[in-house]
């Protein structure tokens, strides 16, 4: 039998878009969203209750403080925390790159433990730096109306104001024709 000319050529677009890869660089075991999601929950939990589970917590030597300290001052957030990231809470306290200021450390702390136990603490920081840096960089300005330019059966033509003619006040229709552009239907 013999060959065909010309191989079978693979196509540039496929088919199934979820099926392609994401791109460069290793792949996601988190979604970044998770890990800022939560990250901003822990800021919250322990921004609450840090002026009294500060001391004890920094004063901890062992898992079992850790855990101590968080089931007495901390309560009603102890069931997130312990006894699922003791281990690695006392390694973030104990750590030579822990801030010294009270908000730096609820931070670092909330940002550190926001991947645990899937991704790295120094991971999940950078995580976090990159979307707050991100959020900054949006812009603060909101839409507040947007207009159309109409041209309306009493003869005006121009700009709509609020969604319809500045002249006689005629509402623009929405139905399917505006939708699917046959502008002489409206």
């Given amino acids: 039998m013999p060959k065909r000319g010309t191989p079978i050529q693979k196509p540039e677009k496929a088919l199934d878009a979820s099926s392609e890869k994401r791109g ?4 996601q075991k988190i979604q970044r969203s998770w890990v800022t999601g939560r990250a901003k929950n822990y800021r919250q939990m322990l921004s609450q209750a840090w002026p009294g589970l ?10 079992e403080q850790i855990i101590a300290a968080f ?3 901390s309560q009603p957030y102890a069931g997130e925390f312990v006894p699922r990231l003791a281990t690695e809470i006392l ?3 104990h750590a030579s790159n822990f ?10 702390l909330a940002d550190s433990l926001a991947g645990m136990p899937t991704i790295a603490a120094r991971t999940a ?3 976090c730096a990159k979307h707050r840096a991100s959020e900054r960089v949006k812009s603060p300005h909101k839409i507040i109306r947007k207009e159309f330019y ?3 059966s009493c003869g005006y033509k121009g700009p709509a104001r609020d969604g319809a003619c500045r002249k006689c006040g005629a509402s623009i229709p929405i139905d399917l024709s505006a939708i699917w552009g046959n502008p002489r239907s409206i």
Wanted: charge should be positive; charged fraction near 35%.
């Fill in 24 to 27: 460069r660089g290793r792949p």
């Fill in 54 to 63: 500060a001391d004890p917590l920094l004063a901890a030597e062992t898992e």
């Fill in 71 to 73: 089931e007495k001052h």
């Fill in 91 to 93: 390694a973030l306290i």
């Fill in 99 to 108: 801030p010294m200021r009270p908000k730096a450390r609820i931070g670092f």
């Fill in 125 to 127: 920081r950078d995580i």
């Fill in 150 to 152: 109409i041209e309306c």
